[in-house]
């Protein structure tokens, strides 16, 4: 769709800082066809495991600094990034098998937390260890090396807190697989 023709805003993105994680390569592969299960359930549960215990920092750009004032007040944060490793000709995709399991039927892209998307603008919440300076230190992110950061924001209980929530079936699986 052309923004022009529909009136739309030109949207513009821009990083106001990186990831310095030990985390250097994606757990999934992704592929024109699926998001292709690289590691075992076992293993990405261990992987899993690993990520919640990781510590990385997020170095916000020295201009964006002023912007963290207050936000080491918080416990969570929601931090929106952009998965920099995800081939461009990769995010045309519009249906997946979700963690690239056959056995679950093709799911719409939106209705997966796959990376391979339109506009691949990720979000996680994480523990906010500790700040300093232009650095938020968090524990648990499953963001790489080097993944531009587009926002941050504080995570509040309040505002996104909401009951009686449905999952499909093949996410409940996958979530109780996974110890989630």
Known sequence: MNTQQTNLPEMTLVP???????LKVPSLKVTRENLE??????????QQREIANTLSEIV?????????????AFSHILVLYWPHLIDPEKRNLEQVHPMGR?????????????????NPVLVSAVQLVGREENKLIVKGFE???QSPVIDIKPYSAHYMK??????????????EELGI
């Open 16 to 22: 106001v800082g990186l990831v310095q994680s030990s």
């Open 37 to 46: 299960l690289k590691p075992s359930m076992e293993e990405l549960k261990q």
């Open 60 to 72: 916000i750009f020295k201009q964006w600094e002023p912007l963290l004032k207050g936000i080491e």
């Open 143 to 145: 963001a790489l090396d």
């Open 102 to 118: 056959k056995e679950i039927p093709l799911q719409g892209i939106y209705a997966t937390c796959s990376p391979a998307r339109p």
């Open 162 to 175: 909401k009951e009686n929530l449905v999952f499909p079936e093949w996410m409940r699986k996958i979530n």
